[in-house]
């Protein structure tokens, strides 16, 4: 088969999406299929057109092997809501002309966020006489609305109904966790349509290193690891208030990895209050990852206290559990009862920096019981998300 993949979010990129879409592509791609790539050039999270590509109409490229056609797109970050409507909009018009450029192909599958990407999917649909998959990782306008980004009654109303017609108009609805597709049946969507098409890990490069050299990291240290997107989504003040009540602790250590809009703030905040057990580094590729993750005697995933959260599984916890470092969670839901099941992390409320503090004290004393969780959390990745299983059943559900 021949599949178009309609994204804003592609490597060279670090991010959720980016590091999902590319492994399924890859794993079609393993299995004979053909795989094109539309995307915007890349500019996310800072906002700014990555160096080495320049913001054109249209360019052609090859992603490890992945051939991608990018578009034109006005990149722009932050809380800025014209700002970001802007950029969506802008991809979403010029993608279009990308997805006419891709040939014809079998199925088309479209991300969502940003939803308005489904017009354009939709658009290629009925030109090209062929069905697309609306892939959601993100309940919107739902989340925009919960998270204040959005208030504006007529524009929700709007969106929602875009919402709801694509829903109708797809021919899978695909989504990240149990939640999500839950959440997409109780707007209408027969369940028979919905297909479960999660976050995964490549553990054939996120493994155990014993013994890693890590200059960023100091050995006569203890460290923890929070590695992704520095956004309003993640709450990072906690780490900062988690820090304050280690003071006393100095051989414990919080490393902030990754880059995003708040990340400037965090930075200022830190050397406000003094805190020199935390530390910030910029993003590194995944294959540097497994060093960092091995190094760290457990990974933090933190979220704000949202309803909207309970149905997401954020995917940097399965990088690190694959590395058999196991994940302290400060949420509720979805997220906090696969840990907890499956004995692969600790899970603590969110913007809790007293609980935070004390599940980080637990461990850094007690290495045993880090490291029998970080072994039960490689098991639960192998069993459940390796790409080849994920992306099998997948073409499974097609093929019903």
Not at 81 to 91: G, N, T
Not at 324 to 348: N, Y
């Amino acid at each position: 088969m021949h599949f178009l993949i309609l994204t804003q979010y592609f490597p060279p990129e670090i991010g959720a999406p980016q590091i999902r879409l590319m492994a399924i592509s890859r794993e079609l791609s393993r299995r004979n299929h053909s795989v094109t790539v539309v995307t915007a050039f890349p500019n996310y999270p800072l906002g700014r057109v990555f160096s080495g590509y320049r913001n054109q109409l249209m360019r052609r490229d090859t992603v490890d092997g992945i051939s991608t056609i990018r578009t034109w797109i006005f990149p722009a970050t932050g809380r800025s809501v014209v700002r970001r409507l802007a950029s969506y909009w802008s991809f979403t018009m010029s993608s279009l002309f990308g997805c006419l450029r891709a040939g014809r192909p079998d199925l088309l599958i479209v991300e969502s966020p940003p939803l308005f990407l489904g017009i354009t999917a939709y658009a290629v649909s009925r030109l090209r006489r062929r069905p697309f998959v609306l892939y959601v990782s993100d309940l919107w306008p739902e989340s925009a609305k919960e998270m204040g980004i959005i208030r504006n009654r007529f524009f929700l109303a709007v969106a929602t109904a875009l919402e709801r017609f694509l829903y109708r108009k797809a021919h899978r609805v695909a989504v990240v966790t149990e939640g999500i597709g839950e959440q997409v049946v109780k707007t209408g969507c027969p369940a028979e349509r919905v297909v479960i098409l999660p976050n995964g890990a490549d553990t054939s490069i996120f493994r155990r290193v014993n013994e890693p050299a890590v200059p960023e990291i100091n050995p006569n240290q203890i460290t923890f690891l929070f590695a992704g997107t520095h956004g309003y989504a993640q709450g990072l003040d906690v780490l900062l208030e988690t820090a304050e009540l280690l003071r006393d602790r100095p051989e414990i250590a919080i490393l902030l990895m990754g880059d995003g809009p708040d990340k400037g703030r965090l930075q200022q905040e830190a050397s406000r209050r003094k805190l020199h057990n935390v530390r910030f580094l910029d993003s590194r590729p995944n294959r540097d990852m497994p060093i960092f993750y091995s190094a760290s005697r457990a990974s933090i995933v933190p979220l704000r206290r949202l309803s909207l959260f309970r149905s997401a599984r954020p995917s940097k916890i399965l990088p690190s559990l694959a590395c058999e470092t196991p994940v302290i969670f400060c949420g509720q839901g979805e997220t906090a009862e696969l840990l907890t099941h499956h004995s692969c992390g600790i899970v603590v409320s969110p913007e809790a920096p007293s609980e935070l503090e004390a599940a980080i004290r637990a461990l850094a004393t007690d290495q045993t019981r880090a490291k029998e969780l970080g072994r039960n959390g490689r098991l639960l990745v192998e069993q459940q998300f390796r790409w080849e299983r994920i992306v099998g059943g997948f073409l499974d559900n097609l093929s019903q």
